[in-house]
């Protein structure tokens, strides 16, 4: 972890080096209407609530979103909140020419998105993008192809088994796990499609999980479901929000770091919920 902070502060004063070299070498990208500025504010808010609702830290977004600005020779001013990225852009006289907010949608994981994202405010500044070119590699990230869903099911349940082994479990018990996890997933991918709260896609997926796993025990006592029942949830376990929790709070994004470890804390709520609803109906 300290490793990932040394490197991180490395990372950004190699970049406010190069930035510099930049701005001494050649003359920045100013725009001069009052529409392509509002338009560059735009696209900036995007590319923030996409990076936001995808699994990316605040230090990242703060990091591209500037990035982009200062090399169309704009300094940005933002506020970035759990569910709201507030957007304000300076010129080099410090005159304030676009403020505007954007809310973000429910978040995610998509590393690809947002690895994309990254790669794509480099090329902006290494080549002098325009607003209209940079619109149409965000539609392009956006409408990159997600794996298919049995491959995600198929693996996701095999690290379900995999867990299980490590905790100890036998083989009947990996293909319980295996079994839950695939049942639970697909449950809380269906109540997701149908625009339902994600806690309550996640309490779904927990007790749908809990309750084919926990079904084992009515074979009898001496049959082996232990395992397979306390792993059978682990592919909910909050592990994004709360290590980007953790980087918040260590990097001074005091509010962001809080939300998320509150968010984080929601979701592990409603796996014990969904747990001790199968504990409470199995007499386990």
């Known amino acids: 972890m300290l490793y990932n902070i040394y490197f991180t502060s490395k990372k950004r004063r190699i970049y406010d080096i190069s930035v510099t070299l930049q701005r001494l070498n050649k003359t920045t990208m100013k725009l001069q209407s009052k529409d392509e500025i509002g338009d560059l504010g735009k696209v900036l808010l995007e590319i923030g609530t996409l990076l936001m609702s995808n699994g990316a830290s605040t230090a990242r977004i703060r990091m591209t979103v500037d990035r982009i600005a200062d090399s169309f020779g704009y300094h940005a001013d933002m506020l970035i909140t759990h569910r709201a990225l507030t ?150 376990i909050p592990g994004i929000p709360l290590i980007h929790s953790f980087t918040d709070l260590i990097e001074g994004n005091t509010l962001n770091g809080i939300l998320r470890w509150a968010h984080g804390l929601m979701i592990a709520f409603m796996i014990a919920l969904g747990l001790s609803i199968s504990i409470y109906l199995y007499h386990i």
């Open 87 to 236: 957007l304000a852009l300076r010129d080099s006289d410090e005159n304030q020419v676009y403020n505007n907010l954007k809310r973000t949608s429910p978040h995610g994981v998509n590393f690809k998105l947002v690895s994309g994202i990254s790669r794509m405010s480099w090329k902006i500044v290494q080549q002098d993008w325009t607003i209209t070119q940079i619109n149409n590699d965000l539609k392009r990230l956006q409408a990159l192809p997600h794996y298919p869903r049995i491959i995600v099911l198929s693996f996701v349940s095999l690290a379900g088994a995999s867990f299980c082994r490590l905790a100890g479990g036998n083989a009947i018990e990996m293909l319980i796990a295996f079994i839950a996890t695939f049942g639970g997933l697909f449950a809380r991918q269906e109540i997701l499609k149908k625009k339902f709260n994600p806690y309550i896609a996640v309490l779904v997926g927990a007790t749908v999980s809990a309750l084919m796993s926990g079904s084992f025990s009515i074979i009898g006592p001496d049959f082996p479901f232990e395992h397979g029942f306390a792993t059978s949830v682990l592919y909910l």
